[in-house]
């Protein structure tokens, strides 16, 4: 038995998704975004499922937010969905979606909960995507011009904005990969992509400083950590192309004004030339406020010639996995964050989110998600490492307060500490948000 124990100054909340959460999505002059295009073509998203109904948040934030009261957080995370705003993507807007999250952030704020706003969490206006979405630079423009609109409009109310949400599943994992939004499977794109989509990030911090916004803004990556097999130098190599894939690609442009060699070396190889205009390095490299992380998950790794994108394969090292097969890891979580430390500086830092999927179902109205608190405790332990060992820990955000819509995976995986019936609406907190209720009250657990 052990107690953890936080610094009292450190911030708490929860974290969720304007198209994982809302539903509404054909209402009050909502536009549509690629999510609803990719959603609705078969074969897309398990089951069939699509973000049309969701939790209904758009009904029902004020009981969410009765929720978040009990809960006790300090911090909510969510995002703005960009067609609500500019239905076409730009032009004209629309003001019932403003007045939706006016309602939402003026009800949080009289809650004592601090908005934290993420502006692009992956649902891009449709009628951008059908000029190349990302691909286009005059989405750059869009962007940055729905992201002075909302800081015009929420200057005074939300302190804490982010631009994107983990950059390497918009580009990567949406245009290569093609498991997300909008589904193609092309490296030089998908390349291309993350250097405009870290453009957009930079001139959106330039134009939040211009206009001399109060308050703090930065960017949330997605990591993971690949720990090598061996101290064969192969190994090692291969899990350093993997964990910069997520790590270096994104931050060194923003934190260093240029990307690493060794990527982009590796990336001409496989037959990428990344098309870099004047002054993109200089836009991209503004200093951030904070850093947002999120992290799940990661794996032990080896060398092996010709194996996907980077030499590697997994090796199976019989860590418990959660129910959507990720490896519990919570090493990896130290190591991404000591490495990021150690390599960006003293940045500041809030765990934008970090948590698992269990698919607990309610039995006489309890949810005894017993793995999902004990993910927590793993995590929030290698979490309380990384601050002893002298990283900048602001904030910790579960995700998610709701169980929603997984994207790909649809309603068949539940990150939330809060059960939704998704016939009935009616939310049941688990076992989990009870233990993290009382983690929060005290600023400490016993492990
Ligand atoms: C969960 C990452 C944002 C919030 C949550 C999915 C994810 C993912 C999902 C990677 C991935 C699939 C699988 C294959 C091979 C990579 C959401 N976070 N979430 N975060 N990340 N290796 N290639 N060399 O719902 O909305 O990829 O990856």
Redesign the pocket.
């Known amino acids: 038995m052990a107690i953890i124990q936080f610094p009292k100054d450190m911030k708490w909340g929860s ?1 969720t ?1 304007s198209y ?1 959460i809302e539903g509404a999505a054909f209402k009050d002059g909502r536009g549509l975004s690629i999510w609803d295009t990719f959603s609705h073509t078969p074969g897309k998203v398990v089951g069939g499922d699509n973000g049309d109904v969701a939790c209904d948040s758009y009904h029902r934030y004020e009981e969410d937010i009765e929720i978040m009261k009990d809960l006790g957080i300090d911090m909510y995370r969510f995002s703005v969905s960009w067609p609500r705003i500019f239905p076409n993507g730009t032009g004209e807007i629309n003001p019932k979606g403003l007045a939706y999250y006016h309602d939402l952030v003026d009800k949080l704020i009289e809650s004592g909960i601090e908005p934290m706003c993420t502006l692009y ?2 649902d891009l206006p449709q009628a951008l995507q059908d000029e190349g979405g990302w691909d286009n630079r005059e989405t750059i423009d869009a962007f940055v011009n729905y992201a002075e609109t909302m800081f015009n409009e929420f200057k005074g109310k939300i302190k804490y904005w982010i631009t994107l ?2 950059p ?2 918009i580009s ?2 949406s245009n290569y ?1 093609g ?2 939004a909008p589904g193609y499977t092309d490296l030089q794109l998908a390349t291309q992509i993350s250097h405009h989509l870290l453009v957009a990030h930079g001139k959106t911090v330039k134009k939040f400083r211009e206009l001399d916004i109060e308050g703090e803004i930065g960017f949330a990556p ?1 990591t ?1 950590w690949l720990e090598p097999y061996s101290n064969k130098q192969e190994d090692i190599d291969a899990c350093r192309r ?1 964990n910069a ?1 997520f790590i270096e690609w994104f931050m060194d442009p923003v934190f260093k004004g240029e990307y690493p060699q060794f990527m982009v070396d590796w990336f001409k190889k496989k037959g990428v030339e990344l098309n870099i205009e004047d002054g993109d390095l200089e836009a991209i490299h503004q200093p951030i406020d904070f850093l947002g992380i ?1 992290y ?1 998950t990661g794996h032990v790794a080896r060398y092996k010639e010709d194996e ?3 030499d ?1 394969e997994y090796v199976e090292m019989g860590y418990e996995r959660t129910d ?1 097969d990720w490896p519990v890891y919570p090493e990896g979580f130290y190591k991404v964050l000591t490495y990021i430390n150690d390599r960006y500086g003293n940045v500041p830092i809030y765990i934008t ?1 970090n948590g698992s999927c269990y698919n607990d179902e309610p039995v006489d109205g309890r949810v005894k998600d017993a793995a999902r608190t004990k993910y927590l405790k793993q995590h929030l332990t290698a979490l309380s490492r990384s601050i002893d060992a002298g990283v900048n820990i602001k904030g910790y955000l579960t ?2 307060l709701l169980d ?1 819509f ?3 995976e649809g309603y068949s995986k539940r ?1 939330g500490i809060v059960y939704v019936d998704y016939i009935t609406q009616k939310r049941t907190k688990k076992d989990s948000f009870y233990w993290y209720k009382q983690t929060i009250a005290n600023k400490w657990f016993e492990f």
Do not use: M, P, V
Request: net charge negative.
């Open positions: 974290a998704a994982q969490h992956w949400n983990e390497w599943c990567f994992l990969i498991a997300h997605n993971t993997e894939y999120n799940y996907g994108l980077f590697w959507i989110e995700w998610s929603n997984e994207w790909a990150f």
